[in-house]
């Protein structure tokens, strides 16, 4: 197995250092924009199964390396391992999404019979991926954060503005806090094995905490993240944590003043001006194109990334979108972001 580089740019990066050139990678970079995954995944059943299906799930990871030589590679999983593992019965409908087996009350939590070796598939991809890529580019493993997992958990899919969960916070609090702790405990194991297996940094993806009120933030997506992030840096303490909250504004600076976080990924309505001044003294920042404007490419492509190279160009940054790619973005457009994120100067 290569280990990564510690001198590599999205390492260093990692590490609080300023790049000339900032490192580069894609939420979603292992997806269905590409022809060569949407071939992949023609054969590999259900999604569930693909994701555990350590040759295919690596083949998707390393794909987007392969054709556009981003500086980082991200496991190609999703956030529903976890509530899968714990015994929650989760499948994934063509044109709908996720669906699960809703948990809503305590007997229901209960009789969820966990059996972690599920994510044992993930690892092994994890090893896979590490072991087939040179140490010029890292390896990303990532969990959900709990608010979002255990949305999902409760609502049984995907929700606009996660009222299921919101009442259950408060009408039921105990019983929210029972799921949270089941999956903060499940999510930091999982996280440990991938980094066990090789991955060199990890993201908690927070998809969610933009819908919770400030009274109730702190509790159920602030706090929950940081035990994550503080179990993980106990049992590895080199370990390397990226959170991403997506549609929470100034409460980044929450995270940002909190230890044992190494970079905060920024969704595209934060002003990246607000974040360099803000975030950036502090920690990495990380993102944060517009998806559409690559989707839209040609100059409003290139003026954005300008934008955003000058903003963040005096301190440590990794270049990436501000959610994840979309399935219609043309390839030739990723290209040409990539040539403007790699030219000198600010794009």
Excluded at 175 to 190: H, K, P
Aim: glycine share 10%; hydrophobic share 45%.
């Amino acid at each position: 197995m290569a280990n990564v580089d510690e001198t590599s740019p999205f390492m260093r990066a990692l590490r609080g250092e300023r790049s000339a050139i900032p490192p580069l990678w894609l939420m979603r970079q292992a997806g269905r924009y590409l022809p060569e995954y949407r071939e992949l995944r023609a054969k590999a059943g259900g999604f569930l199964e693909f994701c555990y299906t350590p040759a295919l799930a690596a083949e998707a990871t390393l794909q987007p390396i392969r054709r556009f030589g981003f500086d980082a590679a991200i496991l190609f999983s999703d956030i529903l391992v976890i509530p899968d593992a714990l015994g929650q019965r989760v499948r994934f409908v063509e044109g709908e999404g996720p669906r699960l087996d809703a948990v809503t009350d305590p007997a229901a939590l209960a009789s969820l019979t966990g059996d972690p070796s599920r994510l044992d598939a993930v690892l092994e991809t994890a090893a896979r991926v590490r072991g087939s890529l040179g140490p010029e580019t890292a390896v990303i493993g990532f969990c959900g954060a709990p608010w979002t997992v255990a949305s999902y958990m409760i609502a049984g899919k995907g929700t606009p503005d996660q009222a299921p969960i919101r009442l259950t916070a408060y009408r039921d609090a105990d019983f929210l806090q029972a799921m949270i702790d089941r999956v903060i405990e499940a999510s930091a194991r999982y996280l440990v094995g991938q980094i066990d297996a090789g991955v060199d940094a990890v993201q908690i993806f927070e998809s969610f905490g933009g819908a919770l009120p400030p009274a109730l933030f702190e509790r159920w997506s602030f706090e929950p993240i940081m035990r994550l992030v503080r179990h993980v840096k106990h049992e590895r303490p080199r370990a390397r944590v990226i959170v991403f909250a997506r549609g929470v504004g100034d409460r980044l600076t929450q995270f940002a003043a909190a230890d044992g976080i190494d970079a905060i990924g920024l969704d595209w309505s934060i002003d990246p001006a607000w974040a360099a001044e803000t975030l950036q003294p502090r920690r990495t920042v990380q993102g944060n194109l517009d998806p559409l404007a690559l989707i839209a490419g040609g100059d409003a492509l290139d003026a954005a990334v300008a934008r955003i190279r000058g903003a963040f160009g005096e301190g440590p940054h990794i270049f990436n979108l501000g959610h994840g790619i979309l399935p219609e973005t043309p390839l030739a457009h990723v290209e040409r972001l990539v040539a403007r994120v790699r030219a000198p100067g600010n794009g």
